[in-house]
Structure formats: C-alpha cells, structure tokens
C-alpha cells in the first residue's frame, strides 16, 4: 500500500515587523495536530491531499499543520520545536512513498535564513534520495537553492490574490501520483530575475503572462512552470523574482524555459510594477468621484498580511486633514478600542485613542470622538475558497463629518487584513453606502472587491509594509536588485540553478 505523509509549516517573515512571531501567533492562526484541518487556506491543500489520497486507497499519515499570521522572525525555540514535532512524526510514519508540505516559502527564524528550506532539507535526510517530496508554495516565497534541492517539486501559487490555492494542490498531487507510478521523472530549474516588487495577476501584463505559464504547461516534457514573486521584506540573502520550471527529464529544456520567462519578467518590471498613489492623490481622487459604486483604496503597508500591524493610522490621518468624508476603512487592529466599544454598547459616544500602538511604522494614535454604530462576533470573511475569521468586531463613526459625509472605521481584536466586504457588512456597514472603502491589504482583497468597486487603487502610505523597494534596509542581502540598482545584470549572466 502507498503510504503518503502530509504536514503544514510556514508563515511569511517581515524582517521590518515589529512583532516576533512566538508560539502563540500559531496557535491564535493555526496549529492543528489531531489531522481534522479546517477550511482555512493554510489547511486546504491539506485537506485536498488526504482526500485524494484516501480515494486511490493509499494510507495517509498526518502531521501538524502550523502556519502564523504573518509577522516578524519566528524564534528559534520555536521554529525548532514546530519542525522537529513534524520530523518526529514523520520518523514514526516511516516507511513512506510520499511527503506533500504545504509551506509559505518566506518563513526567516532566528539563525535560519531560509528555514523552509532547513525542514525539507531534514525531511529528505529522514526519506531518502528515492522519495518523492512535494511542497506547495505561496508565489511570495524565497525559491532558494536549498529548497531546489531537497525537494522532488515545488508547486508555487500562479495568482495573486491567492485564489488558487486548491487547484495547485491537485496539480501537485497529480505530478506526485504520476511520479510514483514511474510515469514521469520530475527535474526542476530556476532562474533569477534580480527584481524586487509587487506584482498583481488581475492586470496586464502580468495576466497575460499567467496564462502564457499554464498554457506551456501544455507543452510536451513541461510538467509545471511558476513565478515566484518573492518577498520584498524579508531580509534574507536570496529575496527576489525567479521563474521555475519542471520538466519531464530534461534538465536542458527546464532550464533553457526558465530562463526565458526571467528574461520576459525583467524585460516586463516596469509594466507589471502597479502604479502607487501617494495620500495626497488619493485624497483628491475620493473628493472628486461621484459616481454611484465606491472607490476601493488598499492600504498596502499597513497590511497585516506581509506583516505589518493593521494599526497604522496615517492613511487615516491624512484623509481627516485634508478634510475628506465618506470613507470607511477596515479592518483596523486594536484590542483595548474594541473591547472597551464592545463594554459601551451600540450607541454609545465616546473619545476613543485608537491605532499607532505598535511604534513609529503604526504612526500616532488618533484621538476621536466617536459613535458605537455597530457589534458583531464570532464573523469571518471569504478568501478564495477558505474562510478566515474577523473576531470581535466594532464599527465606529466619527462624531463630526465632512459636510454630510460620515467618515467609519471598523476596528478588531484579530489581527488580520481585508479579504471581502464581509470585513464591513459582516458588522451592518453597508459597503455600497460610502463614496470609498479603505481597505488594510495589499492585493488579496481585489477578488472580491473589484465587483463592487467604481475603481481600485493603490495608495502607498507609510508603513511596515513600504512599497518604496529601494529604502528596504537590508542587512543580509548584497545581490544587487532592481529597484535598487538600475542594471542588476550589467556585466554579469543571470543565474540558471
């Protein structure tokens, strides 16, 4: 009987967060050892394994699935705890055919740089050279050497937002299933694009591109081809855009595929690169729309979901200064506010100090006067094919307005960023209402708010999560990288691995 071991370790490490990732950040997001993992997104490709698997009459061996919020370095305690619970499990499931891992793929803990890449290169000390090892990665991973090499595949997200998370898990599944039946030898190439950057899939033209890497999926000998966009705030020696390919064989034709991709995606940096307003220019834009749909504004660095606390209070600062009404924004972290509206009660009036309570990247608290317009706990919020819990929530409306416009901020004691326009309806805010919808994410949330939206936008506040590549300071990473450096390849060959 085929034996199939799976298990979930990850989060996406902000070097430049001021919140250590411990062992309550995973127990508060996900950490299941009894194998019945739930709908989150961090379970699914889980659950989508054990399904398969279990059809085809195989017996499957579960091991904990461990994923956090995204935040700063795991520490080493913790991260060496997590991993060695897994390989110990692993140990005891021994012997086995197969390993599936759902990982994030930027995970940084102390004194491992690349400790995705340290849990393979463990597990495949445990399984041998002959098993196969497949993990499944988000597209904001670090796709590193060491990984390359411990792995049989790795299967990284094509969109983002996150949509896909399930599809790749079959796509994966069906790889291993082939392998293990000898009709396939799986070999994979990376290539460096020395980029940094967000990149969008649902605009050109990196949508294209998306649908150029499935459409060569079709291609004899190409099993599978990605885009890992990296992540710009881990300061980890191997940040930044590569392409990967697997072949059927053929280590020439993964690497010559790969190679060609990295060079469309440098060739394409500037398209792909979304424009970012600044506060200013956003302001205007909200003053000046009229028409009957909301703008939808992200707060990309203040988004909890690369990071950052969801309590910044700039964006929000700067709209009331420049005397602009008709926002909401949401979901905003902040515990004591929300506990003490949730003790007020619904109507209630009060001056309320809110946000800036995580240091100088979360900006000053902002003292308000404000109405207690709406309770609601125990919600939660689609994302793509998962649901992700919103906790207590409160909506709270600015005791004074712009003219006849009310100005709403929904604040929460569960750290997490926007997905849906569940994360205001889901407290009687009714999204519709408002000339804008602030929203505290970077690119997850478009999915689901671009049907309701006049116009989305992207405005970059300052932050945890700054989008300004070039001021990153780094301390591990001397590869020079664009934004950084104009010409990252002057004078040398891109990197084929």
């Not at 008709?326 to 003790?343: H, K, L, M, N, Y």
Request: aromatic share 8%.
């Amino acid at each position: 009987m085929t034996t199939l071991f799976i298990a979930c370790l990850g989060t996406e490490t902000n070097s430049f967060s001021p919140m250590p990732t411990g062992i309550g950040l995973y127990e508060s997001t996900m950490l299941i050892r009894d194998g019945q993992y739930d709908a989150s997104a961090f379970a699914l490709p889980l659950a989508v394994w054990g399904e398969n698997a279990r059809a085809l009459g195989w017996k499957v061996a579960t091991g904990t699935a461990a994923f956090a919020m995204p935040a700063g370095n795991t520490t080493r305690p913790v991260y060496e705890s997590l991993r060695d619970e897994i390989l110990g499990q692993l140990k005891s499931a021994m012997p086995v055919d197969a390993v599936l891992l759902n990982l994030h793929g930027a995970m940084i803990a102390d004194g491992y740089p690349d400790a995705e890449g340290d849990f393979l290169a463990h597990v495949r000390e445990i399984v041998g050279p002959e098993v196969f090892i497949g993990a499944e990665l988000d597209l904001h991973c670090h796709l590193t050497a060491l990984k390359v090499s411990s792995a049989s595949v790795l299967m990284i997200y094509k969109e983002y937002p996150h949509v896909d998370i399930a599809a790749r898990a079959e796509e994966l599944f069906s790889i291993a299933e082939r392998s293990l039946a000898g009709k396939i030898r799986p070999v994979m190439a990376i290539h460096d694009c020395r980029m940094l950057g967000v990149f969008p899939t649902t605009a050109e033209p990196m949508r294209g591109f998306v649908d150029r890497m499935s459409a060569l999926e079709r291609s004899e000998g190409i099993l599978s081809v990605s885009l890992a966009h990296g992540f710009p705030w881990g300061d980890t020696p191997e940040v930044g855009v590569r392409s990967l390919v697997v072949a059927d064989g053929d280590i020439g034709k993964a690497t010559a595929l790969a190679e060609s991709l990295g060079r469309e995606v440098w060739s394409l940096r500037n398209e792909i690169t979304p424009r970012f307003l600044s506060i200013d220019e956003a302001a205007a834009r909200v003053v000046a729309h009229k028409g009957s749909m909301p703008l939808v504004l992200a707060d990309t660095a203040d988004n909890p979901g690369i990071g950052a606390g969801g309590d910044a209070t700039f964006l929000i600062r700067g709209f009331l200064e420049l005397n602009v009404g008709g926002f909401a924004v949401s979901p905003c972290w902040d515990p004591t506010a929300t506990e003490i509206a949730f003790g007020a009660g619904v109507g209630a009036t009060l001056d309320m100090r809110l946000g800036g309570k995580l240091g100088p990247a979360s900006g000053t608290p902002l003292d308000l006067r404000m109405v207690v317009k709406g309770l609601a706990e125990g919600k939660h919020q689609l994302f793509g094919d998962a649901v992700a819990p919103l906790g207590r929530m409160a909506w709270l409306r600015v005791a004074s307005t712009v003219g006849e416009q009310a100005v709403d901020i929904v604040i929460n004691d569960y750290r997490t960023q926007g997905f849906s326009p569940d994360c205001f309806s889901a407290v009687g805010l009714d999204p519709a209402s408002k000339r804008a919808l602030v929203v505290k994410s970077t690119q997850h949330f478009h999915a689901r708010f671009a049907p309701i939206a006049a116009e989305v936008l992207y405005v970059a506040a300052p932050g945890t999560g700054s989008m300004d590549m070039a001021a990153l300071t780094y301390k591990n990473v001397t590869r020079p990288l664009w934004p950084r450096v104009a010409n990252p390849h002057a004078g040398k060959s891109a990197e084929s691995v």
